[in-house]
């Protein structure tokens, strides 16, 4: 079946301005991560939502990011008032969790550049 | 706090020569291990994980990584490197049901 998919692929926008990021999970994955990579860092974990239970924000690195899901399909991930320090790759990731396994599958990610 | 370190940001090797990326944890109680790779334009992929039992995991393209755990380590070892596993390498940690939490990647880069 399909992988994760995420849209925009590129997303270039103006300082101080509002953008959406959008990750469609694999189907039937009911966990589903975003994290995000700025330049010559790692991965860093952003929020995570597990089926209907509440999402674990503590990634978050302000109240300018958020994040919704509806059920267990798509999510997106909004900055509010963009700062150019925003900029970096957004991933997102989804997983089955069946007993203590979750691998997690990625999508292609969201390149995010704030001018 | 929990962290994950890779010890080599950027590795050069000629095809054919032997690889080990170093990868050491900080992390209490029993925990999942994942190295992933992402070779250039491609979104990552898992290569190999280890949840439990034999420490010794063997994964794609000839890839392994041995946990040890006294030493809370996963490094990732190939015995002959080729020019196609020139890509990025990532070392990741979590506990079950846990976001991951990822190193800050070797880049790895072969020459024919």
């Known amino acids: 079946g399909a992988g994760v998919s995420q849209s925009p692929s590129n997303k270039v926008t103006e300082k101080g301005k509002d953008v959406e990021l959008r990750c469609d999970p694999i189907?039937?994955?009911?966990?589903l991560y975003w994290y995000r990579q700025r330049l010559g860092q790692g991965l860093e974990f952003l929020i995570y939502f597990q089926g209907n239970s509440a999402p674990d924000k503590s990634g978050l690195p302000s109240d300018r990011f958020s994040a919704e899901r509806t059920g267990e399909s798509v999510s997106t991930l909004t900055i509010q008032r963009t700062q150019q320090e925003d900029s970096a790759v957004y991933l997102c990731?989804?997983?089955?969790?069946?007993?203590?396994?979750?691998?997690?599958?990625f999508g292609p990610g969201t390149r995010l550049t704030v001018l | 706090a929990q962290s994950v370190s890779q010890h080599n940001h950027h590795v050069i090797l000629s095809e054919a020569a032997s690889l080990e990326l170093g990868c050491n944890y900080s992390y209490g109680g029993t925990v999942n291990l994942f190295w992933y790779v992402q070779y250039p334009g491609q979104h990552l992929q898992l290569l190999l994980k280890y949840f439990s039992g034999d420490p010794l995991v063997k994964g794609i393209k000839g890839f392994e990584a041995e946990f040890i755990k006294s030493k809370f380590s996963f490094n990732l070892r190939k015995p002959s490197v080729q020019w196609s596993d020139t890509a990025e390498y990532f070392c990741?940690?979590?506990?079950?049901?846990?976001?991951?939490?990822f190193g800050k990647g070797t880049t790895l880069s072969v020459s024919s």
């Open positions: 990741a940690v979590n506990q079950a049901g846990t976001a991951l939490i």
């Open positions: 990731a989804s997983s089955s969790p069946r007993g203590a396994y979750n691998e997690q599958f």
């Open positions: 189907s039937g994955h009911t966990a």
